[in-house]
T-cell receptor, first 111, second 116 residues
Framework: QKEVEQDPGPLSVPEGAIVSLNCTYS??????FMWYRQYSRKGPELLMYTYSSGNKEDGRFTAQVDKSSKYISLFIRDSQPSDSATYLCAMRGNAGNMLTFGGGTRLMVKP | GAGVSQSPRYKVTKRGQDVALRCDPI?????LYWYRQALGQGPEFLTY????????KSGLPNDRFSAERPEGSISTLTIQRTEQRDSAMYRCASSPGQLFSGNTIYFGEGSWLTVV
């Protein structure tokens, strides 16, 4: 079993929909949680960065962490075709310099 | 440079040959990382440098893989005696400082290696 699990999708939604992307993890040492967006043939780019449990909002994006359940989520409101990409969750412990990634969820937003 | 630069972008090599992949980090970034990303998977950590010191190489799959960063800037990932299972996207990333200091990493566009 992988340390970080993520449904690969693809997830197809109509433009304007609210999207929910999720990851589960097994390592209780993870304290920092990130979401990356990866367009086809491009490198991952950081979207959201959160520490420990709670919510963080940035524009149309909300990241949620529930450490008790070892479950993190990314919500995208008013989804746009330009949001079509693969979304990767990543996490690390307090002292680590290594990120552990999920396998990514492919999202398609249809006009 | 403006971003993390990697070369070559695409490399096809015959099984048994050695390959060298190059990474030029963002100017001023002291930390450099190598990840490997298989098709449809997330990146997997290979190794990490702080300046010229290789601080963690726990992700290198076996002794055919090595990396160096002799002057604390450009890094080379070398794969000796390549095998078909080495085929993947090799991604370099850099950060202004170490991750545990709150820094984030920036990825390059990767070097796609195909071993035939």
């Amino acid at each position: 079993q992988k340390e970080v699990e993520q449904d690969p999708g693809p997830l197809s939604v109509p433009e304007g929909a609210i999207v929910s992307l999720n990851c589960t993890y097994s390592n209780s040492a993870f304290q920092y949680f990130m979401w990356y967006r990866q367009y086809s043939r491009k490198g991952p780019e950081l979207l959201m960065y959160t520490y420990s449990s709670g919510n963080k909002e940035d524009g149309r994006f909300t990241a949620q962490v529930d450490k008790s359940s070892k479950y993190i989520s990314l919500f995208i409101r008013d989804s746009q075709p330009s949001d079509s990409a693969t979304y990767l969750c990543a996490m690390r412990g307090n002292a680590g310099n290594m990120l552990t990634f999920g396998g990514g969820t492919r999202l398609m937003v249809k006009p | 440079g403006a971003g993390v630069s990697q070369s070559p972008r695409y490399k096809v090599t015959k099984r048994g040959q050695d390959v060298a992949l190059r990474c030029d980090p963002i100017s001023g970034h002291v930390s450099l990382y190598w990840y490997r990303q298989a098709l449809g998977q997330g990146p997997e950590f290979l190794t990490y440098f702080n300046y010229e010191a290789q601080q963690d190489k726990s992700g290198l799959p076996n002794d055919r893989f090595s990396a160096e960063r002799p002057e604390g800037s450009i890094s080379t990932l070398t794969i000796q005696r390549t095998e078909q299972r080495d085929s993947a996207m090799y991604r370099c990333a850099s950060s202004p400082g170490q991750l545990f200091s709150g820094n984030t990493i920036y990825f390059g566009e990767g070097s796609w290696l195909t071993v035939v």
